[in-house]
Each structure stands twice: as structure tokens, then as C-alpha cells.
């Protein structure tokens, strides 16, 4: 290993952050005109912009060095929750992304009273807020802090407030369009920075032949046995998605990128090219840390990226786009959250509270809510300590608890004319409770908590399974539910049904030409959608 970085390095630094900084005050200066504009980018976004903020805002530190870390000790199946990630982000753009559009809705909550009434609105908007806080903003931080300290030894601490700040900087002035644009340029460093890495990890291990005779036969089987007790093929196939399905097609953080594009069109176009992006992972953040555990096998786990970018496999001068990947995505993602705190705060309270606010206040309201959700964020650094290693793992165990719930209601809500506004609260309530209470149990037996048998012996179920269970145990109240009480949905069961009758048959449409093999006809969305699923079976067969 080499004790320091370059000159060159550091030079690449700080060339990063004054394009950031720059591209975020540049465009704070054009969003003060209204609602639409500070917190939805004036809805004039295109796609691929779209596209890549959304990967940008999904990709975070927590995915540099969890995804990398579980690689290091199981292999590619830490991968199946990226690739399953790639069917509902399908599933957004052809069904979901229409109807919000035609909605005509700034948030999703705002959306759900449309679908329920004002209550569940309230509801999931302050439970989205204190998820965001626990998870994205408290994992993200913890991942950052552990690599900084490996690379640089500074403080776990000072390093993610001094993140947190930098990034509240530009996310408080500039809204959502500050947010959105810079996302794009980080997207780009992200993008680069990994696949830097993870080349110059291929080359140092001696390509295919090197991996797979230095790695366990299991480390490329992607469906592992349903005793496996993280990644069984039954929680794969049946609790991912759940969790997908929540946090890709109901979670403000995803749908407000693509409810600042121009159009339908160009919003489904970002979804498919954030699908297709999605298959990166796989090979840029994975595999280096098989990479990692050939290499340093002393250093498996969430230390495996780090031990990457701190080794003398990367030339100076490289080192610093490495590093700037890895900053541009706990930055972009941070960003993401204050300004969706921001916009569900004031949308979804604020404007409820006082209708009659005009645009001025509600954007100062924004900024203001922004800057508190910033110093939140510092507030809650301390609390870093209680999360455990295999940061990835822990990420998806705590979003399988809290999920369930959500896709349970958001789906029928979609398409159950029975269900009332009292049914999804309840369901929500109480789904909710049991999935906190798992999450609590986990967190006290993970730090040293003595716990009774039959408390550790649920703690043993799979999160995967216990999505599964939580899931089907909401589909239980909820029918239960119907029995009692029904709803007068029918205006929005029609614009529902409407817009997924447009879809199914502009489906159909391109079906019907790809049978008879008129291929130059057939439409942009289907042939890249076509593209992404065969992508994905293709990874599936050869890595089974």
C-alpha cells in the first residue's frame, strides 16, 4: 500500500467541488417564480437527465461500501436487489408514472389523498420524513464517516458534518433544480469513479481466470437455498420486490425526479435509462469487493472498497475521480433528502395548513424546512454507532420492516373500489407497529441486548421472509377491512383504469409488430424495455 495521495489527487478534489458548488448556485438563481419550479425543477427536466438523477439519488455511500463489503463475503447475490430493481423501475414508467402525471400531483402523498383522504396524506408524509432521517440520512452518514476514516483518519463525526453541510449549502439555496442538475454532473464522477476502480481491480486480480480460480465455486451463484440466511431464493423472489415496489414506485425521494420532467414520455424514458443504469452495481461496486477479498483477504467486509482506493492498484492522479465517485454519491443522495423533506413539509403541511400562502412564502417555508432537515442531520451524527457492519444488509433489513405496509395499501389502493381511508390507516398503523418492533428487537439483540428465546427465535426469521409475512398479514386486514367499510373511488379508479388501458395497449401495439417482425416500427420505450429484461436474464443464466 501507498502512505499518501497526489498532488494531482487533491487538485481533482477540489476541481470537483467548485463544479458542483457552481452548477448548484448557478441554478439556484432560477427558481424563485413558484411552487413547481423550487421544488419540481419547473417540471422541465429531460430524461436523461431524469435518469441519472435518479441513479444518482439512489446510489450512496451506503452502496460503495455495503455492496462491496457483502461481495467480499457472499459473492454476487448482493446483486439480486439491484437487478430486482430493474422490473419495478419498468413497472414505474410503463403504469405508475401516467397516473401521477395525470394526477397532477407535486408529491405522493398528495396523490394518496386523492386515492384515500387527507389523513393518510399526513401520515405517510411525516412517516416518509422520519424513515428518510433513520435510514438514508443516518446510513448514508455512517458510510461515508467509515470510509473517510480509512482513507484519511479523520473523525467519523467531523467528516459527515462537514458532508452534510457542504451539501445543504446548495440544496437550501437552489431547490430542486439546483439538486436535480448537480445530480446529473455527480452521476457522471459517479459513474466514472466506479468503474475506474473496478477496472483497475479486474486487471490486478488477472481477469475471469483469476477470479474464479481464487473465489469459492458459491460466490457466482446468484439464487442462493432457502435456508441461506441472507439471500434464500424464496425472499429474492417474493420479499424483494415488496420492498422495490415501496421505495422505486411509492417513495417521494424516487418519484420526485421523474415528476420534474417535461412530459410522460420523457419521465418513462428517464425510468428505463435509471433501469438500465441499475445493472452497473453489479459490476462496479460487487465485484470489487471479490476483488478486495483476493486481493486483501484480511480486509473482507465494509472495509473491502476502502482497502481498493487506498492500494497501489489505481495510478495517482486516477485516485482523485475515485474518490470524487464515491463524494458525489453520498452528496447527490444526501441532497435528494433534504429536498424531499423539504417539499413533503411544505406541500403536504404547510399549504394544507395555510391554503391561501403565496409562492414566495411557501419557497421560503421550503428553504427553510430544507435548512432544518440539514441540521437534523447533524443533530442525529452521534447515533451513527448503533448500525452494524454489512451497512447494505442492514439498509435492506430495516426498509423489509417498514415497507410491507406501504405496497400493501399503495396496491390496493390502486385497485380496490372497497377500501376506505379507515382500512389503509389502520393497516398502516398496525403494519407499521410490528415492523418497528422488529427493527427494535433487532437493533438491541445487534448491540448486546439479552432478549427472550422466543424474541430471538423471530429475530431468526430472514427479513427477506418476514417481508413476505408482514405483507400478506396486511392483505389480511385490509380484506377483512373491505367486509366492513367501502369507499366511493370511482373517480379515480377510472383515471386509473383509463391510463393503464393506454399503456396495456401501446404494450400490445409493439407486441403485435415484433411478431410480425416489423421491427423499425416498433416504439423507443418498448425496444429499450425489451433490451433491460434480457439484459437481466442473460446475468441470470450465466451466473445461476
Request: hydrophobic share 55%; charged share 15%; proline share 3%.
Amino acid at each position: 500500500m501507498i502512505e499518501a495521495f497526489s498532488y494531482i489527487d487533491v487538485i481533482i478534489l477540489l476541481l470537483y467541488f467548485i463544479l458542483i458548488l457552481s452548477f448548484g448556485f448557478y441554478y439556484s438563481q432560477r427558481n424563485d417564480d413558484n411552487l413547481e419550479s423550487y421544488f419540481l425543477a419547473g417540471r422541465n427536466i429531460p430524461w436523461f437527465v431524469v435518469g441519472i438523477s435518479i441513479f444518482a439519488t439512489n446510489i450512496s455511500s451506503e452502496h460503495f461500501i455495503g455492496l462491496a463489503g457483502a461481495g467480499s463475503m457472499r459473492g454476487l447475490a448482493v446483486g439480486q436487489f439491484e437487478l430486482i430493481a430493474i422490473f419495478t423501475l419498468l413497472f414505474l414508467g410503463w403504469f405508475l408514472v401516467p397516473i401521477y402525471f395525470k394526477a397532477g400531483v407535486i408529491t405522493v402523498p398528495e396523490f394518496l389523498e386523492i386515492v384515500f383522504d387527507r389523513r393518510i396524506r399526513k401520515f405517510f408524509a411525516l412517516f416518509s420524513i422520519i424513515i428518510y432521517i433513520f435510514t438514508k440520512v443516518l446510513v448514508s452518514l455512517f458510510a461515508a464517516g467509515l470510509l473517510f476514516y480509512d482513507l484519511f483518519g479523520l473523525n467519523i463525526y467531523a467528516s459527515s458534518i462537514l458532508i452534510v453541510l457542504i451539501t445543504g449549502l446548495y440544496s437550501v439555496i437552489g431547490g430542486s433544480s439546483a439538486v436535480i442538475r448537480t445530480q446529473y454532473i455527480q452521476g457522471i464522477f459517479l459513474i466514472l469513479g466506479a468503474l475506474i476502480l473496478s477496472i483497475s481491480g479486474f486487471i490486478a486480480v488477472g481477469g475471469f481466470e483469476g477470479i474464479y480460480s481464487k473465489t469459492p465455486p458459491d460466490f457466482f451463484s446468484m439464487f442462493k437455498s432457502i435456508s441461506d440466511p441472507d439471500y434464500p431464493w424464496t425472499g429474492i423472489v417474493f420479499g424483494a420486490p415488496i420492498i422495490a415496489f415501496w421505495y422505486w414506485c411509492t417513495d417521494q425521494y424516487i418519484v420526485q425526479r421523474l415528476l420534474s420532467a417535461k412530459s410522460i414520455d420523457q419521465a418513462r424514458k428517464g425510468s428505463f435509462l435509471a433501469a438500465s443504469l441499475k445493472i452497473l452495481p453489479l459490476f462496479v461496486l460487487v465485484f470489487p469487493g471479490i476483488y478486495a477479498s483476493i486481493l486483501f483477504p484480511e480486509s473482507k467486509g465494509d472495509e473491502a472498497y476502502s482497502v481498493l482506493i487506498y492500494s497501489n492498484i489505481i495510478p495517482h492522479g486516477l485516485k482523485g475521480f475515485v474518490i470524487a465517485g464515491v463524494l458525489a454519491a453520498i452528496m447527490s443522495s444526501l441532497a435528494a433528502v433534504f429536498n424531499t423533506i423539504s417539499v413533503l413539509f411544505t406541500n403536504d403541511y404547510y399549504k394544507i395548513r395555510y391554503p391561501d400562502a403565496n409562492n414566495r412564502k411557501l419557497i421560503l417555508v421550503g428553504r427553510l424546512s430544507t435548512t432544518a432537515a440539514v441540521v437534523i442531520a447533524i443533530l442525529i451524527v452521534p447515533f451513527v454507532k448503533i448500525i452494524t457492519s454489512q451497512i447494505y444488509l442492514f439498509l435492506q433489513s430495516v426498509q423489509s420492516f417498514v415497507s410491507p405496509p406501504i405496497t400493501a395499501v399503495f396496491l390496493f389502493g390502486l385497485f380496490s373500489k372497497k377500501m376506505s381511508p379507515k382500512t389503509a390507516i389502520i393497516t398502516l398503523i398496525i403494519g407499521e407497529m410490528i415492523g418497528i418492533s422488529r427493527l427494535i428487537l433487532q437493533l438491541l439483540f445487534d448491540n448486546g441486548v439479552l432478549l427472550n428465546p422466543f424474541l430471538v427465535d423471530i429475530l431468526r426469521i430472514n427479513f427477506l421472509h418476514f417481508a413476505i409475512f408482514l405483507f400478506l398479514f396486511c392483505i389480511v386486514i385490509i380484506k377483512i377491512g373491505n367486509v366492513f367499510s367501502e369507499a366511493d373511488k370511482t373517480g379515480i379508479i377510472k383515471l386509473i383504469k383509463s391510463t393503464w388501458y393506454e399503456s396495456l395497449e401501446e404494450i400490445k401495439f409493439n407486441l403485435l409488430r415484433l411478431r410480425i417482425k416489423k421491427v423499425k416500427s416498433l416504439n423507443l420505450n418498448f425496444v429499450f424495455s425489451i433490451f433491460i429484461l434480457f439484459a437481466v436474464i442473460i446475468l441470470w443464466s450465466v451466473w445461476n
